[in-house]
Protein backbone atom coordinates (compact mmCIF):
# COMPACT_ATOMS: atom_id res chain seq x y z
CA UNK A 1 0.00 0.00 0.00
CA UNK A 2 1.39 3.20 -0.75
CA UNK A 3 2.03 6.15 1.36
CA UNK A 4 -1.81 7.80 1.21
CA UNK A 5 -4.33 9.87 3.60
CA UNK A 6 -7.00 8.44 0.52
CA UNK A 7 -7.61 5.09 2.64
CA UNK A 8 -10.23 4.52 0.74
CA UNK A 9 -8.64 4.18 -3.18
CA UNK A 10 -6.10 2.09 -1.29
CA UNK A 11 -8.35 -0.55 -0.07
CA UNK A 12 -10.42 -0.51 -3.12
CA UNK A 13 -7.52 -1.22 -5.40
CA UNK A 14 -6.16 -4.16 -2.54
CA UNK A 15 -9.75 -5.54 -3.23
CA UNK A 16 -10.17 -5.27 -6.90
CA UNK A 17 -6.58 -6.86 -7.20
CA UNK A 18 -7.32 -9.64 -4.72
CA UNK A 19 -10.79 -10.37 -6.78
CA UNK A 20 -9.07 -9.92 -10.28
CA UNK A 21 -6.38 -12.74 -8.40
CA UNK A 22 -9.08 -15.33 -8.86
CA UNK A 23 -10.08 -14.62 -12.48
CA UNK A 24 -13.50 -12.86 -11.73
CA UNK A 25 -13.71 -9.35 -13.66
CA UNK A 26 -15.65 -6.66 -11.88
CA UNK A 27 -15.79 -3.26 -11.87
CA UNK A 28 -13.32 -1.08 -9.91
CA UNK A 29 -16.43 1.69 -9.48
CA UNK A 30 -18.97 -1.32 -8.29
CA UNK A 31 -16.61 -1.84 -5.06
CA UNK A 32 -17.71 -0.14 -2.29
CA UNK A 33 -15.88 0.81 0.86
CA UNK A 34 -17.83 2.23 3.78
CA UNK A 35 -17.02 3.21 7.88
CA UNK A 36 -18.90 0.52 9.89
CA UNK A 37 -21.71 2.22 12.18
CA UNK A 38 -20.02 0.17 14.60
CA UNK A 39 -16.81 0.45 15.36
CA UNK A 40 -16.07 -2.99 16.46
CA UNK A 41 -16.25 -3.86 12.80
CA UNK A 42 -13.37 -2.03 12.25
CA UNK A 43 -12.63 1.13 10.55
CA UNK A 44 -13.93 0.47 7.26
CA UNK A 45 -16.32 -2.38 5.64
CA UNK A 46 -17.06 -3.77 2.24
CA UNK A 47 -19.75 -5.63 1.07
CA UNK A 48 -18.11 -6.96 -2.36
CA UNK A 49 -18.03 -11.04 -1.33
CA UNK A 50 -22.13 -10.63 -0.88
CA UNK A 51 -22.48 -8.82 -4.70
CA UNK A 52 -20.53 -11.32 -6.32
CA UNK A 53 -20.08 -14.66 -4.79
CA UNK A 54 -22.47 -15.87 -7.55
CA UNK A 55 -19.90 -14.78 -10.00
CA UNK A 56 -17.45 -17.52 -8.45
CA UNK A 57 -20.47 -20.15 -7.89
CA UNK A 58 -19.62 -19.49 -3.89
CA UNK A 59 -21.55 -18.31 -0.52
CA UNK A 60 -20.67 -14.88 0.77
CA UNK A 61 -18.19 -16.18 3.26
CA UNK A 62 -16.27 -18.85 1.19
CA UNK A 63 -15.90 -15.99 -1.43
CA UNK A 64 -14.74 -13.71 1.23
CA UNK A 65 -11.93 -15.96 2.48
CA UNK A 66 -10.80 -16.36 -0.94
CA UNK A 67 -10.02 -12.77 -1.37
CA UNK A 68 -8.40 -12.47 1.61
CA UNK A 69 -5.87 -15.20 0.65
CA UNK A 70 -5.01 -12.72 -2.28
CA UNK A 71 -4.15 -9.62 0.94
CA UNK A 72 -0.78 -10.34 1.98
CA UNK A 73 -1.09 -7.90 4.71
CA UNK A 74 2.59 -8.31 6.11
CA UNK A 75 3.14 -5.91 2.78
CA UNK A 76 0.32 -3.74 3.92
CA UNK A 77 1.80 -0.96 6.08
CA UNK A 78 -1.56 0.78 6.84
CA UNK A 79 -3.48 -2.67 7.77
CA UNK A 80 -3.08 -4.58 11.03
CA UNK A 81 -6.03 -7.03 9.97
CA UNK A 82 -8.68 -8.31 7.90
CA UNK A 83 -11.53 -10.22 8.60
CA UNK A 84 -14.13 -11.85 6.52
CA UNK A 85 -17.80 -12.08 9.49
CA UNK A 86 -21.43 -13.07 8.58
CA UNK A 87 -23.01 -12.68 6.55
CA UNK A 88 -20.48 -11.63 4.13
CA UNK A 89 -18.74 -8.19 5.33
CA UNK A 90 -14.98 -7.68 4.68
CA UNK A 91 -13.63 -5.31 7.95
CA UNK A 92 -10.40 -3.57 7.42
CA UNK A 93 -8.70 -2.63 10.56
CA UNK A 94 -5.96 -0.10 10.01
CA UNK A 95 -2.44 0.14 11.78
CA UNK A 96 -1.46 3.03 14.35
CA UNK A 97 1.11 3.61 11.37
CA UNK A 98 -1.97 5.00 8.92
CA UNK A 99 -2.67 6.77 12.08
CA UNK A 100 0.57 8.28 12.52
CA UNK A 101 1.19 9.44 9.04
CA UNK A 102 -2.25 11.00 9.35
CA UNK A 103 -1.56 13.18 12.52
CA UNK A 104 1.91 13.88 11.01
CA UNK A 105 0.95 15.18 7.43
CA UNK A 106 -2.92 17.00 8.65
CA UNK A 107 -4.97 19.06 5.83
CA UNK A 108 -8.30 19.35 5.49
CA UNK A 109 -7.94 19.49 2.03
CA UNK A 110 -6.34 16.86 0.99
CA UNK A 111 -7.73 13.19 -1.33
CA UNK A 112 -10.23 15.95 -2.02
CA UNK A 113 -7.60 18.36 -4.94
CA UNK A 114 -6.78 14.41 -5.99
CA UNK A 115 -10.48 12.75 -6.21
CA UNK A 116 -12.21 15.80 -7.44
CA UNK A 117 -10.09 16.74 -10.49
CA UNK A 118 -12.71 16.70 -13.22
CA UNK A 119 -15.31 19.08 -11.11
CA UNK A 120 -12.42 21.60 -11.03
CA UNK A 121 -13.37 22.23 -14.51
CA UNK A 122 -17.04 22.70 -13.87
CA UNK A 123 -19.40 25.94 -13.92
CA UNK A 124 -22.49 25.44 -11.66
CA UNK A 125 -25.06 28.23 -11.30
CA UNK A 126 -27.24 27.25 -8.23
CA UNK A 127 -30.40 29.37 -7.61
CA UNK A 128 -32.09 29.49 -4.07
CA UNK A 129 -34.23 31.56 -2.04
CA UNK A 130 -36.51 32.93 -4.69
CA UNK A 131 -38.78 34.94 -2.80
CA UNK A 132 -41.51 37.57 -3.76
CA UNK A 133 -41.52 41.34 -3.32
CA UNK A 134 -44.67 42.48 -1.83
CA UNK A 135 -44.97 39.39 -0.25
CA UNK A 136 -42.91 38.08 3.40
CA UNK A 137 -39.50 36.10 2.94
CA UNK A 138 -41.28 33.28 5.18
CA UNK A 139 -39.61 30.11 6.61
CA UNK A 140 -40.00 28.33 3.33
CA UNK A 141 -37.62 30.71 1.92
CA UNK A 142 -35.02 30.66 4.60
CA UNK A 143 -34.77 26.71 4.71
CA UNK A 144 -34.19 26.79 0.89
CA UNK A 145 -31.62 29.89 1.33
CA UNK A 146 -29.97 27.45 3.69
CA UNK A 147 -29.87 24.32 1.63
CA UNK A 148 -28.82 25.92 -1.48
CA UNK A 149 -25.55 28.19 0.60
CA UNK A 150 -24.59 24.70 1.40
CA UNK A 151 -24.52 23.46 -1.22
CA UNK A 152 -22.78 26.26 -2.88
CA UNK A 153 -20.44 26.30 -0.50
CA UNK A 154 -19.79 22.14 -0.41
CA UNK A 155 -19.66 21.85 -4.33
CA UNK A 156 -16.75 24.73 -3.98
CA UNK A 157 -14.80 22.54 -1.59
CA UNK A 158 -14.51 20.47 -4.86
CA UNK A 159 -12.80 23.70 -6.95
CA UNK A 160 -16.47 23.99 -8.65
CA UNK A 161 -16.71 27.24 -9.75
CA UNK A 162 -20.21 28.16 -8.28
CA UNK A 163 -22.33 30.80 -9.44
CA UNK A 164 -25.47 32.32 -7.08
CA UNK A 165 -28.28 32.89 -8.62
CA UNK A 166 -31.65 34.32 -6.78
CA UNK A 167 -34.97 34.64 -9.27
CA UNK A 168 -37.15 37.33 -7.41
CA UNK A 169 -41.25 37.24 -8.89
CA UNK A 170 -41.44 41.15 -8.84
CA UNK A 171 -44.78 40.77 -11.54
CA UNK A 172 -48.40 38.89 -10.68
CA UNK A 173 -51.07 39.16 -8.96
CA UNK A 174 -49.30 39.34 -5.86
CA UNK A 175 -48.11 42.52 -6.68
CA UNK A 176 -51.68 43.68 -7.73
CA UNK A 177 -53.42 42.51 -4.87
CA UNK A 178 -50.64 44.61 -3.11
CA UNK A 179 -51.42 47.99 -4.85
CA UNK A 180 -55.12 47.73 -5.42
CA UNK A 181 -55.73 47.12 -1.61
CA UNK A 182 -52.84 49.94 -0.68
CA UNK A 183 -54.50 52.54 -1.77
CA UNK A 184 -57.86 51.66 -0.08
CA UNK A 185 -55.07 51.29 3.49
CA UNK A 186 -53.72 54.91 2.74
CA UNK A 187 -57.20 55.93 2.63
CA UNK A 188 -58.37 54.64 5.40
CA UNK A 189 -55.04 55.85 7.49
CA UNK A 190 -55.53 59.19 6.53
CA UNK A 191 -52.29 58.61 5.55
CA UNK A 192 -50.44 59.32 1.97
CA UNK A 193 -47.28 57.80 -0.20
CA UNK A 194 -44.91 60.28 0.93
CA UNK A 195 -46.23 59.13 5.06
CA UNK A 196 -44.93 55.99 4.36
CA UNK A 197 -42.10 56.29 2.30
CA UNK A 198 -40.50 58.31 5.59
CA UNK A 199 -40.88 55.41 7.66
CA UNK A 200 -38.36 52.77 8.26
CA UNK A 201 -37.44 50.57 6.13
CA UNK A 202 -39.02 47.49 7.99
CA UNK A 203 -42.35 49.76 9.07
CA UNK A 204 -42.56 50.34 5.15
CA UNK A 205 -42.44 46.44 3.80
CA UNK A 206 -44.62 45.62 6.89
CA UNK A 207 -47.15 48.00 5.82
CA UNK A 208 -46.91 46.54 2.17
CA UNK A 209 -47.16 43.34 3.94
CA UNK A 210 -50.60 44.20 5.21
CA UNK A 211 -52.02 45.40 2.14
CA UNK A 212 -51.08 42.01 0.28
CA UNK A 213 -53.14 40.47 3.17
CA UNK A 214 -56.00 42.54 2.29
CA UNK A 215 -56.01 42.39 -1.13
CA UNK A 216 -55.74 38.64 -1.02
CA UNK A 217 -58.81 38.23 1.38
CA UNK A 218 -60.83 41.05 -0.75
CA UNK A 219 -60.05 39.33 -4.43
CA UNK A 220 -62.79 37.13 -4.59
CA UNK A 221 -65.32 39.99 -4.30
CA UNK A 222 -62.54 42.40 -6.59
CA UNK A 223 -60.76 39.83 -8.79
CA UNK A 224 -62.18 42.17 -12.22
CA UNK A 225 -60.73 45.15 -10.54
CA UNK A 226 -57.01 43.55 -9.41
CA UNK A 227 -56.79 41.75 -12.32
CA UNK A 228 -56.84 44.80 -14.78
CA UNK A 229 -54.47 46.12 -12.24
CA UNK A 230 -52.22 43.38 -12.60
CA UNK A 231 -52.85 43.66 -16.74
CA UNK A 232 -51.32 47.21 -16.57
CA UNK A 233 -48.27 45.96 -14.29
CA UNK A 234 -47.47 43.21 -17.54
CA UNK A 235 -47.96 45.98 -20.01
CA UNK A 236 -44.98 47.70 -18.57
CA UNK A 237 -42.85 45.15 -19.63
CA UNK A 238 -44.56 43.48 -22.42
CA UNK A 239 -44.85 46.11 -25.44
CA UNK A 240 -46.88 43.99 -27.77
CA UNK A 241 -49.74 43.47 -25.05
CA UNK A 242 -52.35 46.05 -26.26
CA UNK A 243 -52.75 48.89 -24.22
CA UNK A 244 -56.26 49.81 -22.16
CA UNK A 245 -57.72 52.76 -20.60
CA UNK A 246 -54.96 52.92 -18.21
CA UNK A 247 -55.50 56.59 -16.61
CA UNK A 248 -56.79 55.73 -13.58
CA UNK A 249 -53.78 53.92 -12.65
CA UNK A 250 -51.54 57.06 -13.73
CA UNK A 251 -53.53 59.03 -11.69
CA UNK A 252 -53.20 57.39 -8.46
CA UNK A 253 -49.00 56.84 -9.70
CA UNK A 254 -49.40 53.25 -9.24
CA UNK A 255 -46.34 52.89 -11.62
CA UNK A 256 -43.78 55.00 -8.75
CA UNK A 257 -45.67 53.06 -5.85
CA UNK A 258 -44.84 49.72 -7.55
CA UNK A 259 -41.46 50.65 -8.45
CA UNK A 260 -40.96 51.96 -4.91
CA UNK A 261 -42.31 49.14 -2.98
CA UNK A 262 -40.37 46.71 -5.41
CA UNK A 263 -36.95 48.94 -4.31
CA UNK A 264 -38.21 48.90 0.15
CA UNK A 265 -38.67 44.42 -0.27
CA UNK A 266 -35.43 43.87 -2.40
CA UNK A 267 -33.32 46.32 0.27
CA UNK A 268 -35.21 44.53 3.12
CA UNK A 269 -34.20 40.83 1.41
CA UNK A 270 -30.89 41.68 1.13
CA UNK A 271 -30.30 42.44 4.97
CA UNK A 272 -31.89 39.60 5.56
CA UNK A 273 -29.24 37.64 3.09
CA UNK A 274 -26.52 39.86 4.61
CA UNK A 275 -27.59 38.49 7.90
CA UNK A 276 -27.57 34.79 6.70
CA UNK A 277 -24.31 35.12 4.64
CA UNK A 278 -25.15 34.76 1.31
CA UNK A 279 -24.11 37.21 -1.39
CA UNK A 280 -25.35 36.61 -5.01
CA UNK A 281 -23.85 36.73 -7.92
CA UNK A 282 -26.87 36.81 -10.84
CA UNK A 283 -30.17 38.63 -9.16
CA UNK A 284 -33.07 37.61 -11.81
CA UNK A 285 -36.46 39.39 -11.82
CA UNK A 286 -39.83 38.16 -13.50
CA UNK A 287 -40.21 41.68 -14.58
CA UNK A 288 -36.98 41.54 -17.12
CA UNK A 289 -37.76 38.21 -18.76
CA UNK A 290 -41.78 38.51 -19.01
CA UNK A 291 -41.15 39.66 -23.13
CA UNK A 292 -38.86 37.05 -23.42
CA UNK A 293 -41.01 33.92 -21.94
CA UNK A 294 -44.06 35.86 -24.17
CA UNK A 295 -41.61 35.17 -27.32
CA UNK A 296 -40.51 31.96 -26.40
CA UNK A 297 -43.86 30.33 -26.54
CA UNK A 298 -45.34 31.85 -28.77
CA UNK A 299 -42.36 30.82 -31.29
CA UNK A 300 -42.97 26.88 -30.46
CA UNK A 301 -47.20 27.22 -31.20
CA UNK A 302 -47.79 24.25 -32.97
CA UNK A 303 -44.80 22.21 -32.15
CA UNK A 304 -45.03 22.12 -28.12
CA UNK A 305 -47.74 24.50 -27.34
CA UNK A 306 -51.14 24.50 -28.48
CA UNK A 307 -53.96 26.90 -28.17
CA UNK A 308 -56.62 26.26 -25.83
CA UNK A 309 -59.24 28.85 -27.08
CA UNK A 310 -57.16 32.00 -26.08
CA UNK A 311 -54.89 30.12 -23.57
CA UNK A 312 -51.87 28.94 -24.69
CA UNK A 313 -51.21 25.61 -23.32
CA UNK A 314 -48.34 22.51 -22.90
CA UNK A 315 -50.16 19.43 -22.82
CA UNK A 316 -50.25 16.87 -20.33
CA UNK A 317 -48.38 13.04 -20.80
CA UNK A 318 -50.03 10.64 -18.88
CA UNK A 319 -47.26 8.00 -19.79
CA UNK A 320 -44.80 11.01 -18.65
CA UNK A 321 -47.28 11.65 -15.53
CA UNK A 322 -47.40 14.88 -16.61
CA UNK A 323 -50.41 16.96 -16.37
CA UNK A 324 -51.72 20.14 -18.79
CA UNK A 325 -50.72 23.21 -17.73
CA UNK A 326 -51.15 27.24 -18.85
CA UNK A 327 -48.24 29.09 -20.49
CA UNK A 328 -49.97 32.23 -21.52
CA UNK A 329 -52.98 32.94 -19.76
CA UNK A 330 -56.06 33.89 -20.96
CA UNK A 331 -55.30 37.88 -20.66
CA UNK A 332 -51.90 37.16 -22.96
CA UNK A 333 -50.14 37.38 -19.96
CA UNK A 334 -47.23 34.85 -19.16
CA UNK A 335 -47.16 32.37 -16.48
CA UNK A 336 -44.73 31.43 -14.31
CA UNK A 337 -43.97 28.31 -16.86
CA UNK A 338 -43.40 30.37 -19.42
CA UNK A 339 -41.32 32.64 -17.23
CA UNK A 340 -39.52 29.74 -16.18
CA UNK A 341 -38.09 28.63 -20.05
CA UNK A 342 -37.14 32.15 -20.53
CA UNK A 343 -35.29 32.40 -16.96
CA UNK A 344 -33.48 29.05 -17.91
CA UNK A 345 -32.21 30.83 -21.21
CA UNK A 346 -31.24 34.06 -19.72
CA UNK A 347 -29.15 32.26 -17.09
CA UNK A 348 -27.21 30.34 -20.51
CA UNK A 349 -26.76 33.73 -22.05
CA UNK A 350 -24.72 35.20 -17.98
CA UNK A 351 -22.52 32.50 -17.60
CA UNK A 352 -21.62 29.12 -19.88
CA UNK A 353 -22.38 26.88 -17.04
CA UNK A 354 -22.09 23.34 -17.24
CA UNK A 355 -25.02 22.48 -14.62
CA UNK A 356 -27.72 24.32 -13.50
CA UNK A 357 -29.54 23.35 -10.29
CA UNK A 358 -32.70 24.88 -8.96
CA UNK A 359 -34.15 24.55 -5.62
CA UNK A 360 -37.54 24.96 -4.50
CA UNK A 361 -40.09 23.32 -2.20
CA UNK A 362 -41.37 19.55 -3.01
CA UNK A 363 -44.94 21.05 -3.63
CA UNK A 364 -43.30 22.65 -6.86
CA UNK A 365 -42.26 19.15 -8.29
CA UNK A 366 -44.69 18.66 -10.00
CA UNK A 367 -44.59 21.76 -11.61
CA UNK A 368 -40.94 21.52 -12.35
CA UNK A 369 -41.33 18.33 -14.42
CA UNK A 370 -43.85 19.94 -16.64
CA UNK A 371 -41.45 23.17 -17.71
CA UNK A 372 -38.09 20.71 -18.07
CA UNK A 373 -40.53 18.97 -20.40
CA UNK A 374 -41.18 21.70 -22.14
CA UNK A 375 -37.68 22.94 -22.11
CA UNK A 376 -36.31 19.64 -23.53
CA UNK A 377 -38.36 20.22 -26.47
CA UNK A 378 -37.43 23.70 -27.01
CA UNK A 379 -33.51 23.46 -26.35
CA UNK A 380 -32.47 19.63 -25.18
CA UNK A 381 -28.99 20.67 -24.15
CA UNK A 382 -30.30 23.36 -21.73
CA UNK A 383 -33.00 20.84 -20.40
CA UNK A 384 -30.19 18.20 -20.22
CA UNK A 385 -27.68 20.65 -17.72
CA UNK A 386 -30.79 21.92 -15.08
CA UNK A 387 -31.95 19.82 -12.47
CA UNK A 388 -34.66 20.53 -10.16
CA UNK A 389 -33.91 19.66 -6.38
CA UNK A 390 -36.87 19.41 -4.16
CA UNK A 391 -37.10 20.03 0.11
CA UNK A 392 -39.60 19.37 1.99
CA UNK A 393 -41.69 21.84 3.99
CA UNK A 394 -40.78 23.13 7.55
CA UNK A 395 -43.38 22.21 10.50
CA UNK A 396 -43.07 24.74 14.11
CA UNK A 397 -45.14 22.55 16.59
CA UNK A 398 -48.47 24.46 17.33
CA UNK A 399 -48.13 26.12 14.39
CA UNK A 400 -50.60 25.67 11.33
CA UNK A 401 -48.98 24.87 7.68
CA UNK A 402 -47.76 28.40 6.53
CA UNK A 403 -50.25 30.23 4.23
CA UNK A 404 -49.04 33.91 3.13
CA UNK A 405 -52.67 34.11 1.02
CA UNK A 406 -54.80 33.64 4.56
CA UNK A 407 -52.06 36.00 6.48
CA UNK A 408 -50.95 33.11 8.75
CA UNK A 409 -47.46 32.94 7.42
CA UNK A 410 -44.28 32.59 9.35
CA UNK A 411 -41.63 34.98 8.51
CA UNK A 412 -37.97 33.90 8.63
CA UNK A 413 -37.22 37.40 10.63
CA UNK A 414 -39.56 36.41 13.08
CA UNK A 415 -38.19 32.35 13.25
CA UNK A 416 -34.50 33.81 13.32
CA UNK A 417 -35.42 36.89 16.51
CA UNK A 418 -37.68 34.35 18.59
CA UNK A 419 -34.67 32.06 18.10
CA UNK A 420 -32.08 34.18 19.26
CA UNK A 421 -33.78 35.75 22.18
CA UNK A 422 -34.37 32.42 23.78
CA UNK A 423 -30.39 31.78 23.00
CA UNK A 424 -29.86 35.10 24.43
CA UNK A 425 -31.93 34.36 27.86
CA UNK A 426 -30.46 30.77 28.11
CA UNK A 427 -27.10 32.59 28.10
CA UNK A 428 -27.88 35.68 30.48
CA UNK A 429 -28.93 33.26 33.20
CA UNK A 430 -25.84 30.72 32.94
CA UNK A 431 -23.95 34.24 33.45
CA UNK A 432 -20.78 32.74 31.44
CA UNK A 433 -20.63 35.11 28.56
CA UNK A 434 -19.67 39.10 29.07
CA UNK A 435 -23.01 40.73 29.05
CA UNK A 436 -21.52 42.69 26.11
CA UNK A 437 -20.98 40.21 24.27
CA UNK A 438 -24.33 38.59 24.90
CA UNK A 439 -26.21 40.13 21.82
CA UNK A 440 -23.28 39.23 18.82
CA UNK A 441 -22.97 35.87 20.28
CA UNK A 442 -26.53 34.84 20.79
CA UNK A 443 -26.78 36.00 17.07
CA UNK A 444 -24.18 33.61 15.70
CA UNK A 445 -25.64 30.69 18.24
CA UNK A 446 -29.59 31.31 17.04
CA UNK A 447 -28.75 30.98 13.10
CA UNK A 448 -25.88 27.89 14.02
CA UNK A 449 -29.19 26.32 15.88
CA UNK A 450 -31.70 26.87 13.02
CA UNK A 451 -29.79 25.82 10.16
CA UNK A 452 -27.78 22.99 11.69
CA UNK A 453 -31.63 21.57 12.27
CA UNK A 454 -32.46 22.14 8.95
CA UNK A 455 -29.29 20.91 7.48
CA UNK A 456 -29.30 17.41 9.91
CA UNK A 457 -32.52 16.35 7.80
CA UNK A 458 -31.76 14.75 4.45
CA UNK A 459 -33.01 17.20 1.41
CA UNK A 460 -36.80 15.89 0.67
CA UNK A 461 -37.87 15.09 3.99
CA UNK A 462 -39.76 17.66 6.27
CA UNK A 463 -38.28 19.06 9.01
CA UNK A 464 -40.00 19.54 12.52
CA UNK A 465 -37.93 22.65 14.35
CA UNK A 466 -38.49 23.02 17.93
CA UNK A 467 -36.86 25.43 19.75
CA UNK A 468 -36.18 23.93 23.26
CA UNK A 469 -34.96 20.69 20.97
CA UNK A 470 -32.34 22.88 19.00
CA UNK A 471 -31.27 25.59 20.74
CA UNK A 472 -29.97 22.98 23.12
CA UNK A 473 -26.12 23.07 23.98
CA UNK A 474 -26.12 19.02 24.40
CA UNK A 475 -27.38 16.67 21.70
CA UNK A 476 -27.50 16.67 18.13
CA UNK A 477 -27.96 20.74 17.60
CA UNK A 478 -25.80 23.56 16.09
CA UNK A 479 -24.72 24.93 19.83
CA UNK A 480 -23.37 21.49 20.74
CA UNK A 481 -21.25 21.62 18.15
CA UNK A 482 -20.59 24.97 18.37
CA UNK A 483 -19.84 24.32 21.78
CA UNK A 484 -17.38 21.76 20.99
CA UNK A 485 -15.33 24.51 18.90
CA UNK A 486 -15.27 26.87 22.07
CA UNK A 487 -14.23 23.98 24.38
CA UNK A 488 -10.92 22.98 22.08
CA UNK A 489 -10.31 27.22 21.43
CA UNK A 490 -10.16 26.94 25.56
CA UNK A 491 -8.27 24.13 26.20
CA UNK A 492 -5.88 25.54 23.97
CA UNK A 493 -5.72 29.25 25.47
CA UNK A 494 -5.76 27.89 29.22
CA UNK A 495 -3.02 26.25 27.74
CA UNK A 496 -1.04 29.26 26.51
CA UNK A 497 -0.83 27.57 22.90
CA UNK A 498 -2.26 28.95 19.60
CA UNK A 499 -0.79 27.11 17.04
CA UNK A 500 1.33 23.74 17.46
CA UNK A 501 3.29 22.28 14.50
CA UNK A 502 2.98 18.48 14.14
CA UNK A 503 7.24 19.08 13.31
CA UNK A 504 7.15 19.45 17.19
CA UNK A 505 5.77 16.15 18.61
CA UNK A 506 8.19 13.30 18.45
CA UNK A 507 6.49 10.27 16.89
CA UNK A 508 7.69 8.48 19.89
CA UNK A 509 4.76 10.18 21.70
CA UNK A 510 1.98 10.02 19.07
CA UNK A 511 2.68 6.45 19.32
CA UNK A 512 2.50 5.98 22.64
CA UNK A 513 -1.16 8.30 22.97
CA UNK A 514 -2.16 6.22 20.41
CA UNK A 515 -2.17 3.24 22.62
CA UNK A 516 -5.50 4.91 24.30
CA UNK A 517 -8.77 4.22 22.68
CA UNK A 518 -10.40 7.01 23.30
CA UNK A 519 -7.77 8.74 21.62
CA UNK A 520 -7.62 6.60 18.81
CA UNK A 521 -11.36 6.95 18.04
CA UNK A 522 -10.70 10.54 17.72
CA UNK A 523 -7.87 10.19 15.18
CA UNK A 524 -9.85 7.86 13.45
CA UNK A 525 -12.71 10.13 12.84
CA UNK A 526 -10.65 12.94 11.91
CA UNK A 527 -9.12 10.87 9.46
CA UNK A 528 -12.37 10.01 7.75
CA UNK A 529 -13.34 13.85 7.60
CA UNK A 530 -12.01 14.62 3.89
CA UNK A 531 -13.84 11.55 2.71
CA UNK A 532 -16.92 12.62 4.22
CA UNK A 533 -16.54 16.07 2.74
CA UNK A 534 -15.82 14.43 -1.08
CA UNK A 535 -18.75 12.51 0.13
CA UNK A 536 -21.24 15.12 0.90
CA UNK A 537 -20.11 17.51 -1.73
CA UNK A 538 -20.15 15.17 -4.77
CA UNK A 539 -24.07 14.18 -3.36
CA UNK A 540 -25.25 17.30 -2.38
CA UNK A 541 -26.02 16.13 0.63
CA UNK A 542 -25.09 18.70 3.89
CA UNK A 543 -27.03 15.99 6.27
CA UNK A 544 -23.93 13.53 5.62
CA UNK A 545 -21.39 16.32 6.65
CA UNK A 546 -23.43 16.89 9.64
CA UNK A 547 -23.73 13.60 10.97
CA UNK A 548 -20.33 13.10 10.45
CA UNK A 549 -19.59 16.63 12.78
CA UNK A 550 -22.23 15.26 15.65
CA UNK A 551 -20.24 11.89 15.71
CA UNK A 552 -16.87 13.78 15.92
CA UNK A 553 -18.45 15.92 18.57
CA UNK A 554 -19.17 12.80 20.67
CA UNK A 555 -15.83 11.38 20.16
CA UNK A 556 -14.10 14.62 21.49
CA UNK A 557 -16.77 15.08 24.38
CA UNK A 558 -15.40 11.65 25.66
CA UNK A 559 -11.72 12.61 24.79
CA UNK A 560 -12.49 15.87 27.03
CA UNK A 561 -14.24 14.04 29.73
CA UNK A 562 -11.84 10.81 30.02
CA UNK A 563 -8.12 12.28 29.16
CA UNK A 564 -6.57 14.48 31.34
CA UNK A 565 -4.71 17.44 29.36
CA UNK A 566 -3.90 19.18 31.92
CA UNK A 567 -2.07 16.69 34.04
CA UNK A 568 0.11 15.07 30.97
CA UNK A 569 3.89 15.43 30.78
CA UNK A 570 5.35 18.36 28.39
CA UNK A 571 5.95 15.93 25.38
CA UNK A 572 2.68 14.09 26.26
CA UNK A 573 0.47 17.57 26.77
CA UNK A 574 1.58 19.01 23.71
CA UNK A 575 0.62 16.11 21.84
CA UNK A 576 -2.83 15.77 23.11
CA UNK A 577 -3.11 19.97 22.44
CA UNK A 578 -1.96 18.79 18.97
CA UNK A 579 -4.75 16.40 19.11
CA UNK A 580 -7.23 19.00 20.30
CA UNK A 581 -6.32 22.01 18.01
CA UNK A 582 -6.82 19.41 14.62
CA UNK A 583 -10.03 18.60 16.11
CA UNK A 584 -11.11 22.37 16.64
CA UNK A 585 -10.02 23.50 13.08
CA UNK A 586 -11.52 20.37 11.38
CA UNK A 587 -14.92 21.27 13.27
CA UNK A 588 -14.57 24.72 12.03
CA UNK A 589 -14.12 24.13 8.94
CA UNK A 590 -17.03 21.45 9.07
CA UNK A 591 -19.09 23.98 9.87
CA UNK A 592 -18.14 26.73 7.82
CA UNK A 593 -19.64 24.48 4.74
CA UNK A 594 -23.30 24.24 6.69
CA UNK A 595 -22.46 28.20 6.97
CA UNK A 596 -22.36 27.89 10.29
CA UNK A 597 -19.48 30.93 12.08
CA UNK A 598 -18.13 29.73 15.53
CA UNK A 599 -17.66 31.74 17.92
CA UNK A 600 -14.56 31.98 20.82
CA UNK A 601 -16.92 31.92 23.65
CA UNK A 602 -20.40 30.67 24.29
Known amino acids: MQVSMDIKEELVDIIYNAVKSLDISINRDDILVEVPKNTRNGDYSTNVAMRFCGLYKSNPIDFGEKILSNIDISKEKYLEKVEIVKPGFINFYLSNDYYLDFIKNFSLTRNREEVSKNDKQLTEIIEYTDPNPFKVLHIGHLYTNIVGESFAKLRESLGVNV ?34 ERLPLEKRVEYLGEAYIY ?68 YFLESEICDEALKIVNDHIGTVFERDGVPVIYKGDEK ?60 PSLAEKTTHIAHGMIKLPGAEKMTSRKGKIISAQWLMDTTKQKV ?166 GLSYLGIDVVDHM
Open 215 to 282: GSEQYDDHSEEINELNYYIFTLYIPSLPKKDFSIYEKLNIEKEYLEGRKWCLNYFEEIYKELGTKFDY
Open 424 to 589: KEIMASSGKTPVRDIDYVSGKIALGAIKYAFLKVSVGNDISFDFDTNIRFDGDTGPYLMYVYTRCKSLLRENGVEIINADQIGDNVLTDILTNNIIKDLVACLSGYNDTMLKAATHYSPSMLCQYLFDLGQKFSAFYQNVRVFDAKDDEKLALLYIVSITMQTMQD
Open 320 to 379: KHLHTRVFINSYGEPTYEAKELALAHRKSTVTDFDRSIIITADEQSEYFRVVLDALSKIN
Open 163 to 196: KRAIYQGDVGLHVAKTLWALNILLDRDGKAFEDI
